[in-house]
């Protein structure tokens, strides 16, 4: 087992992200490992570049600047939109991604933070923006992607993309 994480290998990996304070945002726990392509830009920056080189078995801990993990904080607040403005079966919920067009007809991406009764609450900056992350990984497995994959940019089947 010599394989090492490079660009062009399906990488499992058992995650837990702690922030500054110590306290866990996301883990594989209970989930199963997560399975990425390495260099796709499927898992943010700072912990893709730290998991680089490292091999099936190896613990590793990867501290994730904010420029390198959700982006800096802009500072905005978030904002309140009419739940009239989405479609009416669009289930929205906390932490949930969504597409918008801004004033330019530029797409960019808002984050929910609230949806109750007429109002929704959305915010141009990621839930975790702003945030150093604090990983502790463990690299279960790792295979070369295939050539689907790779066009793809994503991995198919366990831990992956079904479709
Ligand atoms: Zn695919």
Do not use: C
């Not at 099936?56 to 403005?85: C, F, I, M, N, W």
């Amino acid at each position: 087992m010599s394989d090492i994480i490079a660009d062009g290998k399906v990488v499992q990996i058992n995650y837990t992200l702690t922030n500054d304070a110590g306290e866990t945002l996301d883990s594989s726990e209970g989930r199963g490992p997560l399975a990425y392509l390495h260099g796709s830009g499927n898992i943010v920056p700072g912990l893709e570049a730290g998991l680089a080189g490292a091999k099936a078995g190896d613990k590793l801990t990867v501290d994730v600047a904010p420029d390198q993990g959700y982006g800096a904080h802009t500072g905005e607040e978030p904002q309140a939109v009419r739940r009239s403005e989405f479609p009416k079966d669009m289930e929205l919920h906390e932490g949930m991604p969504i597409r918008a067009e801004d004033g330019q007809g530029n797409t960019v991406v808002l984050w929910v933070v609230k949806a109750e009764g007429a109002w929704v609450h959305v915010d141009i900056n990621h839930p975790l923006a702003g945030q150093t992350l604090h990983f502790a990984v463990e690299v279960v497995d790792m295979r070369d992607a295939t050539d689907v994959e790779v066009q793809h940019g994503h991995v198919h089947g366990p831990g992956g993309h079904h479709h």
